[in-house]
């Protein structure tokens, strides 16, 4: 073979290249070695790590590829205020004042400067369907003409449930033709319930939520309770949410499964929205039901009042208009003991105090008792169980008598020694699984603050009422008649 390189040089390359060999081999040696001595370092640390016990780091670093999940928090300087209509001729021996609904109302819409959403059952706010003149409406006519001047100046939209060709329409019509836009929710066709639920949401940061109808007796005939919270639009947003879903079935003939993901929430039972409300540090969340038109991650309603009962620990207060373990309006008749099975259930492995004020006027159902007098006979000082159950009757001047649909206690709220619930519904079955239906959750029980938390403040409204004059023992030998 010829080459242009002479053999010395061959000699020379051929023994550098073995070499550079030889230390490769050494080198891989080296690094083996060092892997290997690595290794052990790493498993010995471990044994002694695991068999050596050691207390948590109090302070651990936070790691940007491994974050744990937080409750949603809010920043919004939150202000919530109980408020109340209390009926005309009804006086209490108490120092609990709340603002009036009617003002919160007013105030609401002298604040709007851009939309105004209303989720409602219905709409009386003049007494045209009394035939009357009654001098206390004014009220709700006052509210009706606030809302139809201001429908002409922002956007108003109100979703009500699809009305009944013998309810009064007028107020809807002049609305309408006020600039307001209003849709229909065909409830009983979707699931064979009502859209029952009673709330607003202003400018996107205001909402109120509670028991009064669109009605000018929820202002000065019924009593009723709710609440208003001001500046606080991630909770708004969230109401919102639950309102677009009305919206959006006033159009719809089918209720969406599952919901598309802008309905969804964060903010529920398990993980509640941690915000201020005055100055307070709370943790507050919505529910609604009936299940099927809660987006993702909603609590419903009824989950939310058995996770509510749950949570208490001393005592359990309720405040509503109707309470019976059944599907109140359904064929063929159900029974229905979600909640009334909780009651017993907490009373007696929990020892939990359990107090119910319920309603007793004109239109009470007389098949409510037998249940509420079973309920009742849970008590026992000797075995500590304490289930009492009270009948709140508003009175009535013989004017007021001929009132339709008045004088009655219409709260809808429940108190715990944690947890302040406000809600819409009635407590039977159908409001839970077929009837739209909303509440406002709120536990402040983390609180160090000297403000008065909701919580206390709606114990000392269910104890006024409960202490009150219009308040009577339902025993078993209770009669009805006298009473309601």
Not at 173 to 191: D, W
Not at 214 to 235: F, P
Request: glycine fraction near 4%; charge should be positive; include cysteine.
């Amino acid at each position: 073979m010829k080459t242009d390189i002479p053999y010395n040089q061959l000699v020379d390359v051929e023994r550098r290249r073995q070499e550079t060999y030889r230390k490769a081999q050494v080198y891989s040696r080296c690094i083996v070695a060092l892997a290997t001595v690595a290794a052990l370092l790493l498993a010995a640390t471990a044994l002694y790590n695991l068999l050596t016990p050691r207390a948590p780091p109090t302070h651990p670093a936070p790691s940007s590829s491994l974050r744990l999940p937080r409750a949603p928090s809010c920043s919004d300087p939150c202000r919530i205020v109980l408020l109340e209509s209390i009926p005309e001729g009804l006086t209490f021996n108490s120092s609990t004042p709340h603002p009036s609904i009617y003002q919160a109302w007013l105030h609401l819409m002298a604040e709007a400067r851009s939309s105004v959403d209303i989720a409602s059952f219905y709409w009386t706010l003049t007494n045209k369907d009394t035939g009357t003149h009654e001098p206390s409406a004014n009220q709700g006519e006052t509210v009706l003409k606030t809302l139809a001047k201001l429908s002409g100046k922002v956007s108003v939209r109100i979703a009500v449930n699809t009305p009944q060709h013998s309810q009064p329409q007028d107020d809807l019509r002049l609305l309408n033709a006020s600039g307001a836009n209003i849709r229909e929710v065909n409830v009983k066709k979707l699931t064979s319930g009502v859209l029952h639920t009673k709330f607003w949401v202003v400018d996107k940061k205001h909402i109120y939520i509670g028991s009064a109808n669109m009605d000018w007796r929820s202002l000065t005939q019924v009593k009723e309770l709710g609440a208003v919270v001001y500046n606080c639009s991630c909770l708004a947003a969230d109401l919102g949410k639950i309102f677009e879903a009305y919206w959006f079935l006033g159009e719809s003939d089918t209720v969406p499964s599952p919901w598309p993901p802008s309905f969804s929430t964060n903010y529920n039972k398990d993980t509640p929205l941690e915000l201020p409300l005055n100055n307070t540090p709370s943790n507050v969340y919505l529910s609604s039901s009936p299940p099927s038109f809660c987006g993702t991650g909603r609590t419903g309603d009824l989950q939310s009042i058995l996770s509510v009962m749950e949570d208490a620990q001393s005592f359990i207060y309720i405040a509503v208009m109707n309470y019976l373990p059944t599907m109140e309006f359904s064929h063929p008749k159900r029974y229905w003991a979600d909640i009334d099975t909780q009651l017993r259930r907490v009373s007696y492995e929990k020892r939990v105090r359990v107090r119910l004020l319920i309603s007793c006027w004109a239109s009470t159902q007389p098949i409510m008792f037998p249940f509420l007098k079973s309920l009742a006979s849970v008590y026992d000082p000797k075995s500590r169980l304490d289930i009492q159950v009270r009948l709140f009757v508003v009175p009535a001047t013989p004017q007021q008598k001929e009132i339709p649909f008045a004088r009655v206690n219409h709260n809808k709220y429940m108190v715990t020694d944690k947890i302040a619930y406000i809600g819409t519904s009635n407590w039977s079955g159908d409001y839970f699984v077929s009837t739209a239906g909303s509440a406002l959750v709120v536990n402040q029980t983390a609180s160090e603050s000297s403000e008065t938390t909701v919580q206390s403040q709606l114990q000392a409204v269910f104890e006024r009422d409960w202490d009150s004059a219009y308040s009577t023992p339902l025993t078993q030998h209770s009669n009805l008649k006298n009473l309601c």
